[in-house]
C-alpha cells in the first residue's frame, strides 16, 4: 500500500530541508573546531537539547504519554539511549584523529547495520539491490582506509587539542567513526518498537535522557573534564546542538510527512559533502581531503544512495 503523503505550504519544504542540510553539515567542523574532550561535547550536546526537548514537551503536553509505558520500554529506552552515547563518544573523537571528510562519510555506514540487524532480528532480508549497495559501501570503505592523514592549511587544533595526526591514529579515527555506524545503526533497532508507540518528542525525549545519563557515567568513569568550559567551547556546543540536532534532525523528521523516506535517506547522505566543504574553508581548520577519502567517499555513498533508492519500489 503506498504511504500518504500531505502537502506542506508552497515553498516550505526546500527551506527546510536547506536548513537541515546545513544543520547536519556543521556538526563535524564544529566538533573539530573544538578544544573539549569527546565526552564534553557530547554531553554538552545532549544537555542543551534536554532543555529545548524538555520545554516542547511541557507545551505540547506530549509527556503524557509516557503514562502507558511499561517496563519493557524504559529498558528498551535505556538500550537505545546507552548505543547513542556510544555512537555519539566514538564518532567525536574520530573527528580528532582522522579527516572531517572521512568521519562524516564511514559514520553514515549506518544503513549497513540497520539492514544486516533487520534481517536477523525482524526477518526482513536484504534485496538484491540492498546487497550490492552494501558491498559497493564496503569496498569505498577499504579504498578510503588506504588513504594518509589529510593536508591542513591552517593547522587547526582539533578535538581535544591534538595538532598532528599519524597513520596509525588516521587509521584509529577511521576505526572510531565506524564503531560511531555500528552504535547508531543499533540505536535505529533498538528504538524501533518504541517509537512506534510515542510520538516524536516523547520518544526523543525519553531516548535522549538516556544518552545524556549515560555520557555523564562515562565521563565520571574517565574523568573526562565536563566543567568549567571556555565561553569560546560554550558557543560550539550550542552550535552543535541548535544545528544538528535541531535543524538537521529535526527538521528531516518534519520531512518524512510531506516527502517519501528514501528522498530523505538521500538527503541525509549530503551530510559528507556539505562537511567536507566547510572543514576545507573554514579559518582554523582548512582540511584538504586525501584523493583516495575522496574517492573512497564517493564510492560508500554511491553505494548507500543504490540501497536508499529501494524504498521506491
Not at 566538533?31 to 545532549?46: F, G, Q, T
Not at 511541557?58 to 509505558?69: A, F, H
Not at 571556555?230 to 510527512?257: D, K, Q, S, V, Y
Request: aromatic content about 8%.
Amino acid at each position: 500500500m503506498p504511504e500518504t503523503l500531505h502537502h506542506p505550504r508552497r515553498g516550505l519544504l526546500p527551506i527546510v530541508l536547506g536548513a537541515a542540510f546545513l544543520g547536519i553539515s556543521v556538526s563535524g567542523p564544529l566538533a573539530r573546531l573544538s578544544s573539549a574532550h569527546p565526552l564534553a561535547i557530547a554531553s554538552w550536546r545532549l544537555a542543551f537539547t534536554m532543555v529545548i526537548v524538555g520545554a516542547l514537551l511541557g507545551i505540547t503536553g506530549t509527556w503524557r504519554e509516557y503514562r502507558s509505558l511499561a517496563r519493557r520500554d524504559l529498558l528498551v529506552a535505556l538500550g537505545a539511549g546507552f548505543f547513542l552515547a556510544l555512537h555519539f563518544w566514538s564518532w567525536i573523537a574520530s573527528i580528532g584523529l582522522t579527516s572531517v571528510a572521512a568521519s562524516t562519510v564511514l559514520v553514515n555506514m549506518h544503513p549497513i547495520v540497520v539492514v544486516a540487524g533487520s534481517a536477523l532480528l525482524f526477518g526482513e532480508k536484504p534485496s538484491r539491490r540492498q546487497l550490492l549497495g552494501i558491498a559497493i559501501a564496503l569496498a569505498g570503505a577499504f579504498v578510503l582506509g588506504l588513504d594518509a592523514p589529510p593536508e591542513q592549511v591552517d593547522g587547526g587544533d582539533g578535538v581535544g587539542g591534538a595538532s598532528s595526526r599519524t597513520p596509525s591514529s588516521h587509521l584509529t579515527g577511521n576505526l572510531l567513526a565506524l564503531a560511531g555506524a555500528v552504535a547508531v545503526g543499533i540505536y535505529y533497532l533498538a528504538g524501533r518498537s518504541l517509537r512506534q508507540r510515542l510520538s516524536l518528542w516523547p520518544y526523543v525525549g525519553l531516548v535522549y535522557g538516556a544518552c545524556f545519563i549515560t555520557l555523564l557515567a562515562f565521563a565520571g568513569v574517565s574523568g573526562a573534564p565536563l566543567w568549567p568550559q571556555p565561553p569560546r567551547e560554550m558557543l560550539i556546543f550550542a552550535g552543535i546542538t541548535l544545528g544538528p540536532m535541531m535543524l538537521g534532525h529535526t527538521g528531516f523528521n518534519w520531512a518524512l510527512r510531506y516527502v517519501p523516506a528514501y528522498v530523505v535517506s538521500l538527503a541525509v547522505l549530503s551530510e559528507p559533502v556539505g562537511a567536507t566543504i566547510l572543514a576545507a574553508i573554514i579559518p582554523g581548520i582548512g582540511e584538504i581531503p586525501g584523493t583516495l577519502t575522496l574517492v573512497g567517499g564517493g564510492i560508500i555513498l554511491t553505494g548507500l544512495a543504490l540501497g536508499a533508492l529501494e524504498e521506491r519500489r
